[in-house]
């Protein structure tokens, strides 16, 4: 169980205060709670916070892109220039990387990320790459390296090129003007159209540079800046609003705005306020009591070029709409404001109630009307917001992470292991998303919700012909209860489950069963609280309940535990789970095993990956792996191994022989990547940075030998401490923000002994046909730890500090400095914690003969 937190508080600052002066209301003190809605963040982006010059050429191996510069350089300002873009100076991790590179070359020398640590006692020891390791692989040329022309170890020549052909010399590193070839994990930001990759003044990596008067956005990718009209030409809100809207209740509206002039970066606020009783007639001094109050607030890129741009709001009605009354009549109000404020205080306020509707932005905006459906001119639409009528619980979401659901025998394989069984296999697994609605927080014991949640699923056959109905499935503990003890209105509670079949229905699906052969299902997640619910009948129904389940569609496949055949023998097995959101940051881990024998050989091969899915973007992690091989017919063995991280190759090579080959090394590195996230928040909008830090490494253990009587040996150890670090910054001068806390992402296989363990065996009994006996061992283990940990944000906004004296015994208040107060506290992640010891594989087989 997991959950992961986006929760605000508002003190008695903030946007409510610049609404008051905007509007000068009076609102008083003390009525308002300090709770306002939920903001969903902006979808994933993959935006980095660094951009690269667009280079000569490009190429892709795998995941890692090369970006070659035919301006030459010196091997020192090379490898800068790379850096600075957010990469390394490519470095050849095998023979094949090498190719690649040398025809990316196209015939001329490059610089490489190898060079030479100082005073090393021969002209061939110390050479490490970029990052400080010992390189994997090499290349030199024959006679080379050889510090030219001394040929003795001096210092003269300490970097390394490659040649038109391929081969590796050394050269001096300040010497000389060479092309050269920089590598990324993925490939760097494509700066706008109209902007250019380059290095500021001051700064030391490049980054987009937009025209004057414009300021780069990383989030949106675009050049904002520049005079801007904006409109808003239309406001729509759930119909059921119109009728009632509930405090601490959902609300969903989305406003549609248009530009005239420079493309903007706009943040959009949507409130409420109380709606005048004399209407059109209202006087000033009527309109400045008005009392309001703030339902949320996005961010959306508005073009110049009157494009509607629809801005959408999922909150939840703050208890400040209703204070301490029965119920309060309100309107619409929107506050449009450009990041880089270019629109004038009469563009930013809206009002839509009876006073504004015959003015020209009145008229501009317009609204679906409830009765007709048809749209009508002016925006002023009539709230009604209530008490919360009770508690509610809802499912928001389920969601499968395959939709095929694979039912695999209830037998344990044939050559499992009874010493040490593996994890019972699933036939889905699903995450759901709930939260709760109508807790009012300011009334006694509201601070505890009254228990545990359980969730129930079910699966039922499409078309279900025989009328067998729905039957349950079986869930995994932690997939089953869920504790909403301090959920929070609106707060999101996510549980993954692992659904298994019972054995009504494997009956079901048997040969003979009433939905064999069956391929299509529906399985339905709901969720289960042993007291009355009380939801907003809108969407929850008479009887409180009729949110609380979510369906979705699956195609069901048999599966099997191996592929064995008389020709071939199978034993493998796939791992994948993920923990928390993608829409805030959601770790998944993945462990492929794979071990086959067939009339050609015996192949073991084996990678452990894990990626990241965040508003900061999507983006693998790290990735390990060891593979062998034996072949028959050639009578070769063949090893491939290696390590990635945040996409960078830091290991990739392979080694054969005609007899016996054998690899042993345990490698490790240490990499970080940071990537800038806009943010929108209610209040104003935060510059994000997340730093992800990757000490990663592989053990292995790896030898094949081929011949009469052949084996693989795989020992596979990928492991991983991995860690989120936030900073946050605001180029606005009345707001300072401050971060504390961070997050434990991902561990993997941190004790000696996880992993892998594989010894295939084979002896050939005859060439013509083929007819070998094969035995096996295998155990694949892998320790998880995952998402632990908190980071919390405040925002200060900075005020003005009165003070007070007398003089001549008359009591005065007087300017006399600012002080910052706490406008906004916002936890953007928390997490509990998960662990897990999976046994993925545990198979032994002996004396077992395929032809």
């Not at 996510?494 to 079901?508: I, K, N, S």
């Not at 979705?552 to 034993?571: I, K, P, R, Y």
């Not at 390590?643 to 080694?655: E, N, V, Y």
């Not at 296989?749 to 013509?768: H, K, M, Q, Y």
Request: net charge negative; proline share 5%.
């Amino acid at each position: 169980m997991r959950r992961t937190r986006l929760s605000l508080a508002i003190a008695k600052t903030g946007l409510i205060a610049a609404i008051a002066a905007l509007t000068a209301c009076d609102r008083g003190s003390g009525e308002y709670d300090t709770t306002p809605p939920l903001i969903e963040p902006a979808p994933p982006s993959n935006v980095a916070n660094l951009c690269a010059p667009t280079p000569a050429s490009q190429s892709t191996v795998s995941e890692t892109v090369y970006y070659k510069y035919s301006s030459g350089k010196n091997w020192t300002a090379a490898k800068a220039d790379c850096e600075a873009m957010g990469g390394r100076l490519a470095v050849p991790t095998s023979s094949s990387v090498n190719d690649s590179i040398k025809s990316l070359a196209g015939g001329s020398n490059v610089h490489l990320g190898v060079y030479q640590t100082a005073s090393q006692p021969s002209v061939g020891t110390g050479f490490v790459t970029v990052d400080g390791v010992t390189p994997s692989y090499t290349q030199w040329a024959g006679g080379e390296p050889n510090d030219y022309p001394s040929g003795a170890e001096d210092n003269q020549e300490n970097c390394v090129e490659m040649r038109a052909d391929g081969a590796w010399n050394d050269r001096a590193c300040s010497a000389g003007s060479v092309q050269y070839i920089c590598e990324f994990g993925s490939a760097p930001v494509a700066c706008p159209s109209g902007a250019s990759c380059a290095i500021a003044s001051g700064a030391t990596t490049y980054s987009c540079q937009c025209p004057s008067g414009q300021t780069y956005d990383p989030t949106n990718n675009g050049c904002f800046g520049g005079a801007l009209t904006i409109q808003v030409a239309r406001l729509e809100v759930d119909k059921a609003v119109t009728k009632a809207a509930f405090v601490n209740f959902p609300l969903h509206a989305k406003v549609g705005l248009k530009g005239n002039g420079n493309t903007n970066s706009i943040q959009v606020t949507l409130g409420l306020m109380e709606k005048p009783a004399s209407g059109a007639a209202a006087t000033d001094a009527e309109l400045a009591a008005l009392r309001s109050c703030v339902v949320g607030g996005t961010k959306v890129k508005l073009t110049g070029d009157n494009t509607l741009t629809w801005a959408e709001f999922d909150g939840t009605l703050p208890p400040e709409c209703l204070g301490t009354d029965s119920q309060r009549n309100y309107n619409f109000f929107v506050l449009v404001d450009g990041v880089e404020e270019v629109s004038t205080e009469g563009d930013k306020y809206r009002v839509f109630n009876a006073k504004e509707a015959t003015t020209p932005l009145g008229l501009a905006c317009q609204t679906t009307d409830p009765m007709t459906g048809m749209l009508k001119t002016g925006c002023v639409i009539d709230v009604t917001v209530r008490p919360p009528p009770g508690l509610d619980i809802a499912l928001l979401s389920a969601t499968p992470t395959s939709s095929v659901a694979v039912l695999h025998p209830a037998a344990p394989p044939t050559y499992q292991n009874p010493a040490n069984p593996e994890a019972i296999r699933p036939i889905l697994t699903v995450n759901t998303v709930l939260t709760q609605f109508g807790r009012d927080r300011r009334t006694a014991g509201a601070s505890t919700l009254p228990s545990a949640i359980n969730y129930d699923y079910d699966i039922i056959a499409v078309p279900d012909t025989n009328g067998i109905g729905r039957k349950p499935l079986t869930v995994n503990p932690e997939g089953r209860t869920g504790s909403i003890a301090n959920l929070k209105p609106g707060e999101k509670l996510e549980v993954e489950a692992r659904l298994h079949p019972t054995t009504d229905f494997r009956t079901l699906t048997s040969p003979g069963g009433a939905w064999a052969g069956v391929t299509n299902y529906k399985v339905r997640a709901c969720a289960r609280v042993p007291f009355l619910e009380n939801g907003d009948p809108q969407y929850a129904g008479a009887f409180g309940t009729g949110n609380n389940c979510k369906e979705f569609s699956v195609s069901l496949v048999m599966g099997n535990h191996d592929t064995s055949s008389a020709s071939s023998q199978s034993e493998s097995n796939t791992y994948t789970e993920s923990w928390g959101s993608s829409s805030s940051l959601q770790m998944t881990l993945t462990g492929t095993f794979s071990n086959t024998f067939n009339t050609t050989g015996a192949y073991s091969d084996n990678t452990v990956k894990g990626t990241i899915s965040s508003f900061f973007g999507n983006f693998t992690l790290f990735e390990g792996w060891g593979d062998g091989q034996a072949v028959v017919s050639t009578l070769k063995a063949d090893l491939d191994y290696g390590l990635k991280i945040f996409g960078i190759s830091l290991l990739s090579d392979g080694t054969s022989a005609a007899a016996t080959v054998s690899y042993s090394k345990d490698l490790s590195y240490s990499k970080s990547s940071c990537i800038t996230y806009s943010y929108g928040f209610v209040i104003v909008s935060v510059d994000l940075s997340g730093c992800f830090t990757a000490a990663a490494g592989v053990d292995l253990v790896l030898s094949a030998s081929a011949g009469t009587t052949s084996s693989v040996s795989v020992n596979v150890r990928p492991y991983l401490t991995s860690t989120l670090s936030v900073t946050a910054s605001l180029n606005v001068t009345l707001y300072k923000v401050s971060l504390s806390g961070s997050i434990t992402l991902l561990g993997v296989n941190a004790t000696e002994g996880d992993g892998v363990t594989a010894t295939l065996g084979f002896t050939i009994n005859s060439t013509s046909p083929v007819k070998i006996t094969i035995t096996f061992t295998i155990k694949a283990t892998l320790r998880i730890s995952s998402l632990d940990g908190s980071v919390d944000l405040v925002i200060e906004e900075l005020e003005t500090k009165w003070c007070t004296k007398k003089i001549w015994g008359v009591k005065i208040k007087y300017f006399c400095g600012f002080e910052y107060d706490t406008a906004a506290s916002y936890t953007l992640f928390s997490f509990d914690g998960y662990s897990t010891t999976q046994s993925v594989l545990s198979r032994t087989g002996s004396a077992i003969t395929i032809q």
